[in-house]
Every structure is written in C-alpha cells, then in structure tokens.
C-alpha cells in the first residue's frame, strides 16, 4: 500500500523536501520540513508517496523522535495503489 507523504517544497538531485505532518506521544500536531531520499519514495504529480512497509519511515520517525524530545510518529495518508 502505499502512503502519501504531502508535495515537494523542494528538490535536489537525490532527496526532495516535504512539508510532512507529525503527531507527538503527548497529542500536540504539526508540519516539519523532512528531506526524503528519492531512491525510496515514488513522485508523481508533485506529490510524494512511500510505501507502507519501507523502512524509512521507522527512520525518520525515529530522527524527528529525537529532534522533537520525545515520541512522535508520521501522520501519512493512506492511498490507493
């Protein structure tokens, strides 16, 4: 399945910057910029998809985790194939 993560803000020949919402353990939401590799999402119209099994995203939760001081996790938006 895969997940959409939001559109491009920016792009570089490898990654692409992506306004992507979070939610933290204590409630509290957000929009954090979060650069993507590109070898491990799919683009298409601008917009930016992952696939749902894909390990980064355990890794960027875990790097906004850190970031943020405490336990947050990716709010994606589940699409059709």
């Known amino acids: 399945m895969k997940m959409r993560i939001g559109t491009v803000k ?3 020949e ?3 910057l992506v306004p992507t919402s979070i ?4 409630g509290a939401c957000g929009t954090r910029d979060v650069w993507w590799p590109k070898s491990q999402i799919t683009i298409e119209d601008g ?3 992952v696939d749902s099994g894909s390990w980064i995203i355990g890794a960027k939760e875990r790097d906004l985790s850190a970031e943020l001081y405490g336990d947050c996790w990716l709010d994606l938006v ?3 194939a």
């Open 10 to 12: 920016r792009e570089t």
């Open 14 to 16: 490898k990654a692409v």
């Open 23 to 26: 939610e933290r353990v204590d």
């Open 47 to 49: 917009k930016v998809y």
């Open 78 to 80: 589940a699409v059709e």
